[in-house]
């Protein structure tokens, strides 16, 4: 299956989208569980909707911390994925953190943006003359009421998969 371009179909297919998501969760079977949803893909954004059920609360019957962290991770990788596609780039995450200011007492997204304008200039000119760029990502996460829950921030390392010393 070709990601990317069932990736571009997302946003005009509630049939992709559904298949899409399905495909997400055999390939990164660690967010099956806690129904992480790629509810929209644009050239400029990716929105990851966050359940609020029993298996993401935390013993405060809030979303869970890492759970938050985690949506995070998966809207700005995606994105990124989206720009560069998977076939010449290889994107590992460097680092993740999160600066939680409210709790998540209902359902919740991740929404990250990025302009291909800005990748070009982050990463694929630096590319140009580097083995590997790193380069950080604010990711904000908002309840259904738009109380702000959290920002999450990753550092995401991208390398042409001809200079990857260790291949799948």
Not at 107 to 135: H, I
Request: glycine share 6%.
């Amino acid at each position: 299956m070709n990601i990317d371009k069932w990736l571009s179909k997302v946003d005009g297919s509630p049939f992709h989208r559904w298949v899409v998501n399905r495909v997400l969760w055999r390939t990164i079977p660690f967010n099956k569980p806690h129904g992480l949803w790629l509810s929209s893909i644009g050239d400029e954004h990716v929105q990851i909707d966050i359940p609020y059920k029993r298996s993401n609360k935390n013993h405060l019957n809030g979303l869970h911390a890492c759970l938050l962290a985690t949506a995070g991770e998966y809207a700005s990788g995606l994105l990124i994925l989206r720009h560069l596609g998977v076939k010449e780039y290889r994107i590992i995450m460097k680092t993740i953190s999160a600066d939680y200011v409210y709790q998540g007492k209902k359902a919740a997204y991740a929404r990250f943006e990025l302009t291909k304008e800005q990748l070009t200039t982050l990463v694929v000119k630096p590319l140009e003359g580097q083995e590997s760029v790193t380069f950080p990502c604010d990711i904000p996460i908002y309840d259904t009421d738009q109380n702000l829950l959290c920002t999450v921030t990753t550092q995401w390392q991208v390398k042409p998969w001809s200079k990857v010393k260790t291949k799948t």
